[in-house]
């Protein structure tokens, strides 16, 4: 009889797995495997993350490199592009790729994924073209790089789901979990020193990490799951595909002016994406219903755990979404400058100042999924949730030139609350899949999760734009009047679209003496020197950006507190059985010294195949 891996324990009907010279058993590959797994899964999840944030501190040195104002009208789609592609092609594609790692072999895809995240790396570091040429070589290759990406991320909860037993899942998951959140905003930090020095080590510096990665996946790596060849649902995923991409481009244009108005939402085009892939999407689901085997497999959403674990990972991720890019626009923009810090070093010392952030999350996240594994995940997604919603309210109530250690806890608790959340949700979801579905299931949460940040981003941009337009102007105007600009003029500027501002913040650029333009050469020296300078700008913005702060923060709020509801509709406590043994990881790093034929996993360590 063939010896089946542990996977099919979690589904007994389950067909047996395809066998090739890359497909073992975890008997077979011993107790050390999962550690081998753990670790290589956790470094293509952190190279991916890191990547995913890289390039938004590097966006003023990459357009200086190539010779391109990025707040230039005709450049803006270029810099939208450029931060947001990344996200839009992992979020279209890791379903596919789930499901043919389902098919064909989780490790299989995952190999490929690091191999074409490693030639796009080196592509991009490679860019030797100037002006709008070299911008979309960058974005070609980072549209690649996102398809990298995607195999890594669709296929690594999949291969920890196969390598560890349930009741060490979270624990798993949370680690690999620590490395995603870890790493995007690690990317901020590495992106800031990096660019400053050359602004092609930003893409080189994953090229050596990634051939490591590569090769040792390609040696180490093992598909131990259960394979389900079927035929390709090519209609599923061409309207999935069509449907997605249409509605992320409407948000990403959403927030680009359109005539004489700050936001696109009107514009023909973005309604067109949005209504269009919305239709599309429906018909999406429609087939889905009918195909023998689907891209999205409908019937998981029957499973509760799946179901609601889902939903507020979904709104947990439109909550946290935008949060990034608020506090950088926040730090760069108002706070930083305030206290001295000149314009063009803002992006590294943004990233700095958001480090409790990344610190409270990694203390948390791989704590929650371990104890999640032994008292169930219910009460630490749900208290998560909860916690970062308080946190949101804590933002919207502290001056926006607050008092930095305030900032700073503030920021630490929101790590713990996303700790809280983030592994043990994973673990849920992962947990109620059949083993021949992990892979699409892992790309299904993982789509909603790149899909939800996108609706973030657009949303919180909307939001703050929305309250910015409200006030901005009229101070704009009565500043700039005051210090020497002709009435006119600064009606004029005052009038600019307000995402220019936004955007200059966000990107370390002085904001006034952008929006000033040709117009600064009429001023005195003196107001140059004040219009330009550190003060002006932070304190003509901050009321006004109290406005768009309270309400894209409000909207987090909401959002946190419906992922918190539907959190309480998951399932239940995960105890181990009554009288089944229960080792510790302690025991398990131990046990992963000894010889493979000597696992002392009680649910891996199954008799030797027979021949």
Request: charged share 10%; proline share 5%.
């Amino acid at each position: 009889m063939t010896h089946r891996s542990t996977a099919l324990l979690d589904r007994p009907d389950a067909p047996e797995p395809s066998r090739s010279g890359r497909t073992r058993s975890i008997a077979e590959l011993g107790p050390h495997y999962k550690w081998i797994a753990l670790s290589n899964t956790t470094l293509g999840t952190l190279i991916a993350f890191i990547n995913s944030s890289i390039v938004l501190i590097a966006l003023p040195d990459i357009f200086k490199g190539i010779g391109l104002n990025p707040l230039q009208p005709e450049n803006t789609s270029y810099l939208l592009w450029m931060m947001m592609g990344f996200f839009v092609v992992t979020a279209v594609l890791v379903v596919s790729f789930g499901r043919l790692g389902d098919m064909f072999g989780r490790a299989r895809m995952y190999n490929m994924g690091f191999a074409v995240f490693t030639l796009s790396s080196i592509f991009l570091a490679c860019t030797w073209f100037d002006g709008s040429t070299a911008a979309i070589w960058l974005i070609f290759w980072r549209v690649i790089q996102g398809v990298g990406g995607a195999f890594l991320m669709a296929n690594s909860s999949a291969i920890l789901a196969d390598a560890f037993p349930e009741r060490q899942r979270g624990l798993a998951l949370g680690i690999n979990g620590v490395a995603a959140i870890s790493g995007s905003f690690l990317g901020l930090l590495v992106g800031g020193v990096l660019a400053p020095l050359n602004w092609h080590l930003v893409f080189l510096v994953s090229v050596p990490f990634g051939v490591v990665g590569t090769v040792w996946a390609y040696l180490k790596l093992h598909d131990t799951g259960v394979r389900k060849r079927t035929s390709m649902d090519w209609w599923g995923n061409i309207t999935f595909a069509v449907g997605l991409v249409a509605v992320l481009v409407g948000i990403t244009y959403g927030i680009q002016p359109y005539g004489s108005s700050n936001m696109g939402w009107q514009s023909p085009l973005v309604l067109g994406c949005i209504i269009g892939g919305l239709l599309v999407l429906a018909l999406f689901v429609v087939i889905e219903m009918r195909v023998a085997n689907p891209l999205f497999q409908l019937s998981l959403f029957r499973n509760r755990s799946f179901l609601f674990g889902n939903v507020a990972n979904l709104f947990g991720s439109i909550g946290r979404g935008g949060l990034q890019f608020t506090l950088i626009i926040w730090l760069q923009g108002i706070w930083l400058p305030q206290h001295g810090y000149d314009y063009s070093r803002t992006p590294l010392w943004a990233g700095i100042y958001m480090v409790p952030l990344t610190i409270g999350f990694l203390l948390v996240a791989p704590i929650s999924g371990f104890l999640s594994d032994r008292v169930g995940t219910k009460w630490f997604t749900t208290s998560g949730l909860l916690l970062t919603a308080i946190t949101f309210v804590a933002l919207i109530v502290i001056p926006v030139d607050f008092n930095y250690w305030v900032f700073a806890a503030i920021l630490f608790v929101n790590g713990i609350a996303m700790g809280l959340f983030s592994s043990p949700n994973r673990a849920e979801v992962m947990n109620s899949l059949p083993a021949n579905a992990r892979g699409s299931g892992a790309g299904m949460m993982t789509t909603f999760q790149n899909s939800a940040m996108v609706l973030s981003i657009g949303l919180f941009f909307s939001l703050m734009i929305a309250g910015l337009s409200e006030h901005l102007p009229a101070a704009m105007s009565g500043g700039l009047s005051a210090n020497g600009v002709a009435p006119a003029d600064a009606n004029q500027i005052a009038h600019l679209p307000t995402v220019a501002v936004l955007f200059a913040a966000f990107l370390g650029y002085n904001p006034v003496k952008e929006l000033l333009g040709p117009h600064i050469d009429q001023l005195s020296q003196a107001s140059q020197e004040h219009l330009t300078g550190l003060s002006f700008f932070p304190h003509l913005i901050s009321e006004p950006f109290s406005s768009g702060l309270t309400a894209a923060f409000t909207f987090a709020v909401v959002c946190c507190v419906l992922g918190t509801i539907a959190s309480l509709f998951t399932g239940g406590s995960r105890r181990a059985a009554k009288g089944e043994p229960h080792e510790s990881v302690g025991e398990e790093l131990a046990a992963a010294s000894l010889t493979p034929g000597m696992a002392r996993d009680p649910e891996h360590a199954e008799a030797p195949a027979r021949r």
